[in-house]
């Protein structure tokens, strides 16, 4: 399309649209005289603008505890700007999201849960924690271009309302090239199923923090493997680093690995 169209379409002016390429925030290409936006780059750019943090700069974390405990801070505080910048300036791209969910986000939400059963905070922060936390991972994704590794259809089951687990899973297997359908929380086994069907999934992933949803997390797996579909189940102990290498590894017999606690 031309420029015209490309920055009506992102709501602002043909001359800030302009500025966008020159900067090299809007990818574009010279016919003639004018400027060609393909709609790819047109989402890209979008989906940059709509995630307006500056980007991060590379960082070695010498000291995740230090980290954990500003991130604790923030969210319990509910800094929403300076939990996020954090989160994306320890977790530049690729698997150093898997580090940052494993080193940072695991631990500050096991120590907001002591809090919350002790009685020390409350759910509305706990939610808050959560939320924000969800928010900064959705800018960490990258978009998946080229062929991707597999297909994965990751959720948690019926009974287990925890739904970070499922954008952490998401996050990591997005970052090894992942094709991911996340469903979020509470999903009918069968119609797990009929999605996982429906995008011709290669894996499907169940997070469970829920303990009690077991029973529900099995059936989910039970029903992929009778599909042919390899199977996953997380569980509270288990780490994003061990999905990632499950994930990736080759499938062993039969199609399918479930893991249990
Ligand atoms: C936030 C929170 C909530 C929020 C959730 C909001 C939301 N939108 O997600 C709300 C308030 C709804 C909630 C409700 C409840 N919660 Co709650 N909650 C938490 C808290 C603080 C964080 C949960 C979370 O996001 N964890 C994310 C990470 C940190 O968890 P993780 O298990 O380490 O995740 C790893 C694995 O899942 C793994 N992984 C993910 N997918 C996969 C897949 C595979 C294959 C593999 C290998 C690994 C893997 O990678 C993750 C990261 O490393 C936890 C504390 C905690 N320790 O987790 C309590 C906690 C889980 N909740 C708990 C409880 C008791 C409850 C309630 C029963 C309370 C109540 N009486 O109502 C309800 C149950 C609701 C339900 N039916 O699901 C207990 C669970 C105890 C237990 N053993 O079952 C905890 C541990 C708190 C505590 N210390 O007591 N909770």
Redesign the pocket.
Known sequence: MELKEAAQKLGVHYQTAYRWIRAGQLKAYKVGNTYQVTSEDLLDCLSKRNCPTAPPSSVKVRNWEHQAFRLMGYLLSGNEAEARALILKVAEGGAEIIAA??NL?????????????TGKIT?AC??R???I??RALACMMQNLRGRPRGIAV?G?PP????????S??TA?LRSQRWLVHHLG??VPPEDFISIAKDVAATLV?????????LDQANQIATLARTQGIRS????????????VE??NARPIANNSIA?TP
């Open positions: 969910c494993e986000i695991s631990p500050v939400f096991s120590e907001l849960g002591e809090l919350w059963s759910i706990e939610h924690a959560t939320a936390c969800e990751i948690t009974g287990d309302q925890h739904s970070l687990p499922t952490m899973a990591a929380t509470q992933v169940v997070t469970m923090t829920h303990t009690p949803a996953l189940v997380g569980a509270p102990g288990m780490t994003i680093g061990t999905l499950l994930a893991t």
